[in-house]
Every structure is written in C-alpha cells, then in structure tokens.
C-alpha cells in the first residue's frame, strides 16, 4: 500500500542528496542487520502511517508521542530520530536542542519531519538548532525513504572518514615511536657528557636541555595518539592488579613536580593516612591520574594546584584542583571528547586527548570523571573508581 499522498514541495535536506526515485528499490535493499528509527509524533493516525512506511523500508521503528518520551528513548541511541515540530509537551525544537546538549545523544542523526512547520523561517530555525535535516510534508513514502537513505550514506561516509583518520594517525604514530626514542637518549647522554664538561657546560647545557624537554613532550603526544588508536580498534583492555591507589596518586604528584615548577604551579598532595586499596589496571590508572594532573600545570596559570584523595560511600574520590583559566559550563561535556580543546587564543598547545583517555580509562574501570568550573575560577576534575566490584572487567 502507498501513505496518503506525502508528494509536493522538494525537502530541505541539512546534507541529503537529490535520489532518483528509480533507485528506490536499490536504496531499500535488505540489510545485515535493521537500523532503528524513533519516529516521533503526537497525530496517532500519521505516526501510525510513518511507522509503516519505515517497517516496510526494512527498519526498526521505536515509537513517541512527546518530546519527553522521546528524549527518553534517545537514550538508546537509534540510528535516526524522524522528529514531528509541533507536539503538547516540548516542541521538535527543543527536544532537538536537548538532544545535542546531551552527552549521551549529542551526535544522533536527527531529522525533522513536519506538515504544519513549512516555511522558509521554519526550515532555517530547525537546521539551526541541530537538526540533519528538514522535510516538510506531503511526502511520497519513497521519497521518505530514499532521503532516510541518502542521511544515512552521507553518516557512514563521514565514520569511514574517521576510521581512515585513525589508522593514519596509528600507523604515524608507530613509525615515530622508535625513532624519538632514540633521538631522546642520545640527547640525554649528550647532555649528560656536556655536564661533565666545565667549559661547555653552560651554553651547550642551554640549548640542550630545552631540546630535550620538547621531544619529551613529542613523546607523550605520540603515545597519546597510539592509545587512541587502540581505543578506536579493540577498546580498552585492562590488566587488573590488586592497587593502593593512594600510593599512585603519591608517586604521580612527585613525577609531576618538574613540569609543576617550569610552570610556577605550587602541586601539592593531601592523602588519607590509611591505604586506598582497589583493583584495577596500575598503568591505565596512573595514566588517568597524570593526565589530570598535567591538566591542572597546564591551566593552573602558575597558581597553587591540589590532588585531594578521600573514600566515600564505597569509592575512592581523587579531585584534581587548580586556580587557573576554568571552563565555561557550556564545554563541560566537550572537553571530555576526543580532539577537543577548550578556546585559548593559541595560549595552550595539545590535541584534545588527555581527557579524553582520562575518562575512557575511568570508564572502563566503572568509575566517573567529572568537572566543576567556570571561566577564570579554576577546575575541580573528580575521579570516582568503586573500592569493591561485584562483576568482572
């Protein structure tokens, strides 16, 4: 059966490509597995009609007739949120607004899909908020789902394109390790002879000392972008130990000390008198730990910094505080994505990763990250790990 005629004004579409309705048939083909559709609309007969035409496209259909309830089910992550403008609760709109401000559902694809909401203004304040795409109805039920098709091809472009990134970036990385760390100790065993040497010792000590410190730091991005690449290939595998936690937040502080006084960053420890022992995987843990800590030199602005280690209901807490830049409220949640920086007029060099591993690792451990601040107050990042775990890693 065909949905009452849907035919009429050609769709917005964010990015979706004109599809020859000829090709309906190839663009519907049977898939490996069916993608889902939350189609969202408050009118019973025309959600009903829309669900059809998904199903009869070989798709999954989840079903809402409000915003509320649709923000709901976003939480499983469908392949597509088709979303009504016009709904009792909270409008398509907003429910798209809340849907990119979330860090669960913030790259969901979204289209709107409206017979009310048609004009020109209507289209520009949907795509504006968030929205994929824009289609306003009547809408042939091929058309629907040839533009369905053609959103979905344009997303796993882009994911190829992410993937062909990655393994860029994992196959530089590992043809760079070896020979920065070569160049590193050869660079240390000069600086160590020159030291010996009293009549080059002071200039020459100068020049390399510097040079030695920047590779250093060439390293740590290298190593940063390799254990990306594996997150991004097979996740995170933890070797898990018995961990006196308190102990390698110790050891982390003073390794950290260099970095903290080429800064001016007062870096300080308070820890319990008592171990805090858990498990977990020691080297991912004192990788979390060091990120947080490198963080809080970084942006401390040569003001006092803290890591604060303490047991509450059943977890380990370390908050990791610093005096400096702080974040606003709005990037609370990107700061934690990969390749994201906070805006710094250039002032601080990086390439987004360290929180973002930080919070992988805590994840995997089943534990959260989080942060308080706010423009020109400082940072407080809290780490949460569970001192007792019942299910395996």
Not at 199 to 219: D, F, I, S, Y
Request: hydrophobic content about 40%; overall charge neutral; proline content about 5%.
């Amino acid at each position: 059966m065909r949905v009452v005629p849907f035919a009429a004004p050609a769709p917005t579409v964010g990015a979706a490509l004109p599809v020859n309705t000829s090709d309906t048939q190839n663009a519907q083909a049977p898939r490996p597995a069916a993608l889902t559709v939350l189609n969202v609309n408050d009118d019973p007969a025309t959600l009903y009609l829309l669900s059809l035409t998904l199903k009869q496209g070989g798709y999954q259909v989840l079903e809402a007739t409000g915003g509320r309830e649709a923000l709901r089910l976003a939480q499983g992550r469908p392949d597509l949120v088709l979303l009504d403008v016009h709904m009792p609760d909270i409008d398509g709109y907003e429910v798209c607004r809340r849907l990119r401000a979330s860090e669960a559902t913030h790259d969901l694809l979204i289209a709107h899909l409206s017979s009310v909401s048609v004009r020109r203004e209507d289209r520009v304040r949907g795509l504006a908020q968030g929205a994929d795409a824009y289609w306003t109805r009547p809408l042939a039920e091929d058309e629907l789902l040839a533009n369905i098709e053609a959103l979905l091809r344009l997303q796993t472009r882009a994911r190829d394109a992410v993937r062909a990134r990655d393994r860029f970036l994992s196959i530089a990385a590992h043809e760079l390790k070896t020979p920065l760390t070569v160049l590193r100790l050869n660079l240390e065993r000069a600086v160590e002879m020159v030291v010996g040497d009293m009549e080059a010792h002071g200039p020459m000590e100068k020049r390399l000392t510097p040079a030695v410190r920047h590779l250093t730091r060439l390293q740590n991005l290298v190593d940063s972008l390799l254990d990306v690449s594996r997150l991004s290939a097979q996740g995170i595998a933890l070797q898990v130990d018995t961990v006196d936690f308190s102990q390698l937040v110790r050891e982390q502080v003073e390794r950290f000390q260099a970095p903290a006084r080429s800064a001016n960053v007062e870096l300080e420890a308070v820890l319990p008198d008592a171990p805090v022992t858990l498990f977990g995987d020691p080297r991912m843990l004192e990788q979390a730990v060091g990120h947080l800590l490198s963080n809080a030199v970084k942006f401390g602005q040569g003001r006092p910094a803290k890591a604060r280690l303490s047991t509450q209901d059943g977890q380990a807490v370390l908050a990791v505080e610093d005096q400096g830049v702080g974040i606003a409220p709005q990037d609370h949640a990107r700061i934690f994505r990969r390749f994201e920086r906070v805006q710094s007029d250039g002032r601080f060099e990086g390439l987004g990763l360290g929180l973002y591993l930080a919070q992988e690792i805590t994840a995997a451990h089943d534990g959260t990250l989080t942060v308080k601040s706010a423009l020109g107050q400082g940072a407080c990042f809290e780490l949460r790990l569970p001192l007792h775990r019942t299910q395996r890693y």
